[in-house]
T-cell receptor
Framework: KNEVEQSPQNLTAQEGEFITINCSYSVGISALHWLQQHPGGGIVSLFMLSSGKKKHGRLIATINIQEKHSSLHITASHPRDSAVYICAVRFRGGSQGNLIFGKGTKLSVKP | NAGVTQTPKFQVLKTGQSMTLQCAQDMNHNSMYWYRQDPGMGLRLIYYSASEGTTDKGEVPNGYNVSRLNKREFSLRLESAAPSQTSVYFC????????????FGPGTRLTVT
């Protein structure tokens, strides 16, 4: 079964800390998404990547295709970064309807 | 440009009642999706529409039906609601498929008693 595992499940950090959230998957993929779910419930797409690295402001997403692993980094974390971060993977092959979501990492940044 | 809109935001149903969740997008996207989110589980796909005029089952389609009314609108119907359908429902859209960025609606919190 194609699976997506995220770690850690919960993460508490002090403001200003460098944060890393990990995502591992089981087989080859065509795309990997990082999403942010705000405390109010809304979901926003942060990155979509299939190789290499992407950066947007204080957020950096990397992917290692050989190791089947992606990381989301947050530099100089801030309390407003507190949210659930979700990794989702489009496994290679097959028709549409194949985006598999991780269970999320709940991040809390304390002032 | 509203993005993806969903109605209603909240709904309480009694077991056996029916209702339709509405979703619309104004980004001219081809693909639209309905997901449900339950505590301790990842988002799960209920139905999707790869393009106007087509719909297909996802991971958890039982108890639901969908209609892709036109390119903008994709509705989800519960014919006879059950407590197991208590969940938060999200509609999403993308240009074409899951290898493109997904845009999510604000969600509908549904409780079935």
């Amino acid at each position: 079964k194609n699976e997506v595992e995220q770690s850690p499940q919960n993460l508490t950090a002090q403001e200003g800390e460098f944060i890393t959230i990990n995502c591992s998957y089981s087989v080859g993929i065509s795309a990997l998404h990082w999403l942010q779910q705000h405390p109010g419930g809304g979901i926003v797409s942060l990155f979509m990547l299939s190789s290499g690295k992407k950066k947007h402001g204080r957020l950096i997403a990397t992917i290692n295709i050989q190791e089947k692993h992606s990381s989301l980094h947050i530099t100089a974390s801030h309390p407003r970064d507190s949210a659930v971060y979700i990794c989702a993977v489009r496994f290679r092959g097959g028709s549409q309807g194949n985006l598999i979501f991780g269970k999320g990492t709940k991040l809390s940044v304390k002032p | 440009n509203a993005g993806v809109t969903q109605t209603p935001k909240f709904q309480v149903l009694k077991t056996g009642q029916s209702m339709t969740l509405q979703c619309a997008q104004d980004m001219n996207h081809n693909s639209m999706y309905w997901y449900r989110q339950d505590p301790g589980m990842g988002l799960r796909l209920i139905y999707y529409s790869a393009s106007e005029g087509t719909t297909d089952k996802g991971e958890v389609p039982n108890g639901y039906n969908v209609s892709r009314l036109n390119k903008r609108e994709f509705s989800l119907r519960l014919e006879s609601a059950a407590p197991s359908q208590t969940s938060v429902y999200f509609c999403a859209s993308s240009v074409q498929g899951e290898s493109y960025e997904q845009y999510f609606g604000p969600g509908t919190r549904l409780t079935v008693t």
